[in-house]
């Protein structure tokens, strides 16, 4: 195992920074999709792409059809096969890979996310994708959340499990999936049946908190429930000099709107979080703005919680929209739950690191403190009698997640390979 995590870490950082250069947002990884599979295939693996990875009902905050047709392009022009891009047509993003040992023994599922964010990135000289010349060449969009760290990881997981196939049992699954940012994708990948009769379940973020190499924490807790709102207000246009009264101002429907959600009186029974993270209205200083969209979410630290937000929004949103007599549309477009690891995965990790050469610490769990659709198939393979957990790998951070600086020690993406191998070695002598 020593020898094959520091073989192998070369190429971890160049997939890391192949990743990063060339990111896209969710449902629109088209480009990402395609070099997954590529490496995948090469290492025996059994893909299902497109529909038969996603269940298309269950896909949320889908993107229109002119910006798939737009991304689709971009991948044609990129070098994407036709014939491979045609399974992915109309944001059919992600993939699942099974491996089958053809012996008795445990189903393990393990996820990695692989979308990236509308965030452009910094191109400060200490900027280190900038400093050696793998930052985002696609202006406005960028990894800023580690995301291609773990579409990296995964694939290291992918040649431990390639090469030491004849030695295990079971059957593995890898999901690599699409939107996760505003809890879109993973949903989709649990109605389609992927995470059913799984034993153990395996997922985790680079970073969240700013720690060193080689701490990880074996579980996770404090996941927060979420919803995504989208919000259209539709006014009426006029001339705000000469006939204002005409008028129906929509981007004062969304002020006002923006302004009193974010005073949602918060809940005796636990932390609340509200955002309006986006809004767009009117179109010039002398024109009745006829219309304005808004980019909202809620959170939660229980379902409860989260589900007072979104009803009190939804009040506020409606509300806004009859002080100045415009019509709203609301759109849920992305949803995660809470959810708990199960806490067996503390001694499995202390247990499979004391034969790591790359992990120092191992925390017995870390507090998330965001949300993570993860949750999902966490819940789902628990109800069904499994095991799950979300680890986290530290990492010293340049900035906050989110952040058109952010950044991490690329000695996280071997440190976190050979956590994830050792953990499947020790679970297949179980």
């Not at 920074?17 to 990884?29: A, C, D, I």
């Not at 549309?329 to 001694?347: K, M, Q, R």
């Amino acid at each position: 195992m020593n020898t094959f995590v520091e073989e192998l870490t070369p190429y971890l950082v160049k997939k890391r920074r192949e990743f990063h250069q060339y990111p896209e947002v969710g449902w629109t990884e088209y480009v990402t999709t395609y070099k997954i599979a590529t490496e995948l295939s090469a290492l025996g693996f059994s893909l299902a792409i497109g529909k038969e990875a996603i269940r298309s009902g269950e896909r949320l905050g889908v993107p229109a059809d002119s910006e798939l047709e737009e991304a689709e392009e971009r991948a044609r022009q990129f070098g994407v096969p036709g014939e491979f891009l045609a399974k992915l047509k109309g944001g059919y993003t992600g993939l699942a890979a099974s491996l089958d040992t053809g012996k008795v023994g445990k189903h393990m599922t393990l996820r990695f996310d692989i979308d990236a964010l509308p965030i452009k990135e910094s191109k400060d000289a200490q900027h280190l994708p900038s400093k050696e010349g793998f930052a985002s060449v696609r202006e406005g969009v960028m990894h800023a959340c580690g995301h291609d760290g773990h579409i990296t990881i995964g694939l290291g997981v992918a040649h431990y499990l390639s090469q030491v196939k004849n030695d295990l049992s079971g059957r593995f699954t890898l999901i690599f999936q699409p939107a996760e940012e505003g809890g879109k994708g993973a949903k989709s990948f649990v109605e389609n049946g992927w995470l059913d009769g799984t034993d153990y379940f395996i997922s985790g973020h680079i970073g969240i908190h700013s720690l060193p190499v080689g701490e990880i924490a074996a579980t996770t807790d404090k996941f927060l429930s979420s919803t995504k709102i989208n919000v259209e207000y539709k006014g009426k246009s006029a001339h705000s000099g000469l006939e204002p009264n005409k008028g129906k101002n929509a981007l004062l429907a969304s002020a006002a709107a923006a302004l009193h959600l974010n005073g949602i009186t918060r809940h005796m029974d636990g932390a609340t979080r509200i955002n309006t993270g986006k809004l767009e209205a009117g179109s010039g200083r002398n024109i009745i703005a006829e219309y304005a969209r808004m980019e909202i979410e809620t959170r939660g630290e229980t379902d409860e919680l989260n589900e007072y937000m979104t009803g009190e929004a939804l009040r506020i949103i409606q509300a806004s929209a009859g002080i100045y007599d415009v019509k709203v549309d609301t759109e849920i477009v992305g949803t995660a739950p809470i959810a708990l690891c199960n806490e067996e995965w503390v001694s499995i990790a202390k247990e499979a690191s004391e034969k790591t050469t790359t992990v120092t610490n191992i925390i017995p769990s870390l507090p998330l403190g965001a949300s993570e659709d993860v949750a999902y198939m966490i819940n789902h393979v628990q109800a069904q009698g499994g095991s799950a957990s979300y680890l986290i790998f530290c990492s010293p951070l340049a900035a906050g997640h989110h952040h058109p600086s952010f950044d991490f020690d690329e000695q996280v993406l071997p440190t976190a390979v050979e956590m994830i191998s050792r953990m499947i070695e020790l679970l297949q002598s179980r």
